[in-house]
Every structure is written in structure tokens, then in C-alpha cells.
């Protein structure tokens, strides 16, 4: 069975400074991989996607994500953080292999953007 | 804005009632897929609708059960409320049951006292 893990429970940065959010995943083969942002009281945007190719992906509001084979890992980078990024980011991981691939997601990462 | 929409957006029900949820998901797409996030935890899958027939179920008790409709609108209700199903419950569509790209709603805030 999948799972992820996202290390930090809440990251702070001040506003203008990069950003790197960790996630592991656990599953035996590649797996689609997916990064969300939740802002408080709202659902979830998809603001990334691995599926194969490229390892470096780019999504949208200036985030990137590397898949790591090596590391299973699926981390995501911003070079400069705005204030408006303040907000729950989920990682999950889907299967591959099977017709039903319902999304498993860690636990969220929250970042918290200061002056 | 994904095009999936979830009513009501909150509610408050008591212990022992039951609730149903509502979704319409996304022009286009014929599979629904529910979550339930707790606070302070990611979403967890409650189960998935592909062209009104259940096609996979999470670890959740029989009292949380669903339906798809021909137009691919979703319901989830829930039996007999407990105290721990107060949570936010998310829809996703997607165009097929691969999930490679699930649309989610604002969910529904329920709160059970």
C-alpha cells in the first residue's frame, strides 16, 4: 500500500526567501505524484504533477517539484515566497497499476509567510 | 475555480441523525471520488464512483454510503453520525477512475454535536 510523508508539520519563511516542502513516498513502483495547496476553509488546488519524463516539473504560481527515484522522494521548491502563499500544501501519491487509484496524502505541510 | 461544486458548504447535525452531501462534478467527467479530512489531517478516500457504480472503497464502516447519478453528480450519505465524523468532506472528479488529475470542490464543513 502507498503512503507519504511529509516531515514538517508547519514551516516559517519570510516573505521574498526560498522554499523547499519535503515529501517521501512509499510504494512499490513509480507512482503518479501530486503536490495541492489548501487555503483555510477551501478544497484543493492541484498545483503539480509527476507522471514520467522529466523529473523537474513545473506548476503553477512559480512552484517546481524533483522526483527522486533514488530518495523516493518528491520534493517542492519556490525561489522567492509571497505572502500570499501562506497556506496548507499536501503532497499524494497514485497507483499506477491498478483501475482504481484513489489519491493517498500525507498529513500537510503549513507555511506560514512573515514580513 | 475547478467546476466541482459541493452543497451544502456547512451544517451542523446531532449525534445518530443522518446527513447526505452533495456534488456536481465537472463538465466532462464521469468518475467522483469522496475524502474526508479531519482537522489537522490530509484527506483520507472514502470511496469512488466510476459511471454510477462503486468501484473502490477505503477503510470507512458501511453507515458511509454513495450514489452516482446518470449525469455523474454524487452523493454521500452518512447513517447514524458519530462525534468523529465531523470533518471536512471533499469531492474530486476526474475524467476517467485513474485519478491523474482529480478537480476538487470547496467541501462541506460538518460538524456533528
Known amino acids: 500500500a502507498q503512503s507519504v510523508t511529509q516531515p514538517d508539520i508547519h514551516i516559517t519563511v519570510s516573505e521574498g526567501a526560498s522554499l523547499e516542502l519535503r515529501c517521501n513516498y512509499s510504494?512499490?513502483?513509480?507512482?503518479?505524484l501530486f503536490w495541492y495547496v489548501q487555503s483555510p476553509g477551501q478544497g484543493l488546488q492541484l498545483l503539480l504533477k509527476?507522471?514520467?519524463?522529466?523529473?523537474l516539473v513545473q506548476g503553477i504560481k512559480g512552484f517546481e517539484a524533483e522526483f527522486k527515484r533514488s530518495q523516493s522522494s518528491f520534493n517542492l521548491r519556490k525561489p522567492s515566497v509571497h505572502w500570499s502563499d501562506a497556506a496548507e500544501y499536501f503532497c499524494?501519491?497514485?497507483?499506477?497499476?491498478?483501475?482504481?487509484?484513489?489519491?493517498?496524502f500525507g498529513k500537510g505541510t503549513r507555511l506560514s509567510v512573515i514580513a | 475555480e475547478t467546476g466541482v461544486t459541493q452543497s451544502p458548504t456547512h451544517l451542523i447535525k446531532t449525534r445518530g441523525q443522518q446527513v447526505t452531501l452533495r456534488c456536481s462534478s465537472q463538465?466532462?467527467?464521469?468518475?467522483v471520488s469522496w475524502y474526508q479530512q479531519a482537522l489537522g489531517q490530509g484527506p483520507q478516500f472514502i470511496f469512488q464512483?466510476?459511471?454510477?457504480?462503486?468501484?473502490g472503497r477505503g477503510n470507512f464502516p458501511p453507515r458511509f454510503s454513495g450514489l452516482q447519478f446518470p449525469n455523474y453528480s454524487s452523493e454521500l450519505n452518512v447513517n447514524a453520525l458519530e462525534l468523529d465524523d465531523s470533518a471536512l468532506y471533499l469531492c474530486?472528479?476526474?475524467?476517467?477512475?485513474?485519478?491523474?488529475?482529480?478537480?476538487f470542490g470547496q467541501g462541506t464543513r460538518l460538524t456533528v454535536v
Open positions: 464512483y466510476y459511471r454510477e457504480e462503486e468501484n
Open positions: 499524494a501519491v497514485g497507483a499506477r497499476d491498478s483501475g482504481n487509484t484513489p489519491l493517498v
Open positions: 463538465s466532462g467527467h464521469n468518475t
Open positions: 509527476y507522471f514520467s519524463g522529466d523529473t
Open positions: 474530486a472528479s476526474s475524467a476517467g477512475k485513474k485519478n491523474t488529475e482529480a478537480f
Open positions: 510504494y512499490g513502483a513509480t507512482p503518479y
